[in-house]
């Protein structure tokens, strides 16, 4: 079991920045891929960053350029760095954990068995 706590979320204007956290609990020795998603009022929730345990890094195109996920092995943390955010970019973020490799399915709500409990991030124009 992991459980996943997120933290960092708030609002912002059009333009600012933002750093999400993610501290893990639990479980920890394992590998996990990582990623993080996002659900806006009235739509799906869809992946916007990927840290697999090969080291790859994948972003959707809508936040290419300007976000950033890293993690801290030694405080079991993975982190958002949310910048030049634009209003549509509000919405819930969540933290998951999920199979030892996720590859091109980083994406895919399926292949993630942990969830945190979200953070809010409003970003106005």
């Known amino acids: 079991q992991v459980q996943l706590v997120e933290s960092g979320g708030g609002s912002v204007q059009a333009g600012g920045s933002l750093r999400l956290s993610c501290a893990a609990s639990g479980d920890t020795s394992r590998p996990y891929c990582m990623g993080w998603f996002r659900q806006a009022p009235g739509k799906e929730r869809e992946g916007v960053a990927g840290l697999d345990t090969d080291g790859e890094i994948r972003y959707a195109d809508s936040v290419k350029g300007r976000f950033t996920i890293s993690k801290d092995n030694a405080k079991n943390s993975l982190y958002l760095q949310m910048n030049s955010l634009k209003p549509e970019d509000t919405a819930m973020y969540y933290c998951?954990?999920?199979?030892?490799?996720?590859?091109?399915?980083?994406?895919?709500?399926?292949?993630?068995?942990?969830w945190g409990q979200g953070t809010q991030v409003t970003v106005s124009s």
């Open positions: 998951a954990a999920g199979k030892s490799f996720c590859g091109v399915r980083w994406g895919r709500e399926v292949e993630y068995k942990y």
